[in-house]
């Protein structure tokens, strides 16, 4: 299984640019909730390899979740999709090693890391924050590795009104969930996770209009964006802080 770090691919923020020009120059189709969502949808950061090549990224639906300690994360309303391209073994760009495939792991191991770098433990210092982060980010890598283990189960979704089998799993600090997406070379893998908002009801469609995520529209009529410009938001936090989208 591939990750961020292994594959060097690093974050792509907002400061060379619009947000969603990371988004307009990925090779593949973005995923996002199907049109029965008539929320707030956004976007999060897309991931780029080492030659600026987009490998991933996220469009979020519902509540941004904000990563103020004092917040309650039992009243937060938010699912994630997380949209991975589908690549084979691979030579790094640097030409300096292989890059192992992406799979539905690779889908399952972002979707738990971006759970949990927009999760802060109510109980726990801001001290050892990194050092939690740091554990239960292995615990997901590890967790993402054995999709048939007892730690997660069966779950049919709908993928561009097709019926697609997904592996679920649910913690304290919401649910995350993976699956691809057709079998040609162009497809991807589909990962997802959230907060107060059921995964069982989801359905996930390829995004017509990405740039409508920026402006907090999906493609169904949709409720105005809250704004709260008080909180941090989880995605402006650092790249190095939040590295999972």
């Known amino acids: 299984m591939e990750t961020t770090s292994r594959a060097g691919v690093q974050a792509v923020t907002a400061d060379a640019g619009r947000k969603v020009d990371g988004y307009l120059s990925a090779a593949f189709p973005w995923y ?44 937060e309303r938010f699912a994630v999709v997380v949209t991975v391209a589908s690549r084979p073994v691979r030579r790094s760009a640097d030409g300096t090693g292989v890059l192992d495939a992406t799979s539905t792991a690779t889908a399952a191991w972002l979707a738990g890391s971006g759970l949990l770098s927009r999760t802060w433990p109510t109980q726990m210092d801001r001290t050892l924050r ?22 997660w189960s069966a779950l049919t979704l709908p993928v561009d009104g097709v019926p697609t089998p997904f592996r679920y799993r649910e913690s304290e600090y919401g649910w995350v969930l993976a699956g691809s997406a057709g079998d040609a070379p162009e497809g991807v893998h589909i990962g997802a996770y959230g907060r107060g908002m059921s995964a069982y009801g989801l359905g996930f469609a390829v995004v017509k209009d990405i740039a409508a995520y920026e402006n907090g529209v999906g ?10 410009t008080g909180d941090a938001r989880a995605d402006e936090v650092p790249a190095e802080s939040a590295t999972a989208d």
């Open 130 to 151: 990194q050092d939690w982060l740091d554990q239960q980010t292995m615990l997901a890598w590890e967790l993402a590795d054995d999709l048939g283990g007892e730690g």
């Open 219 to 228: 493609g169904a009529p949709a409720r105005a964006r809250a704004q709260d």
């Open 32 to 75: 996002g909730l199907d049109d029965a969502f008539t929320g707030p949808r956004w976007l999060l950061q897309v991931g780029a390899a080492a030659d600026g090549t987009v490998e991933h990224g996220a469009t979020g639906h519902g509540q941004e979740p904000s990563i103020k300690v004092e917040s309650t994360p039992d009243s």
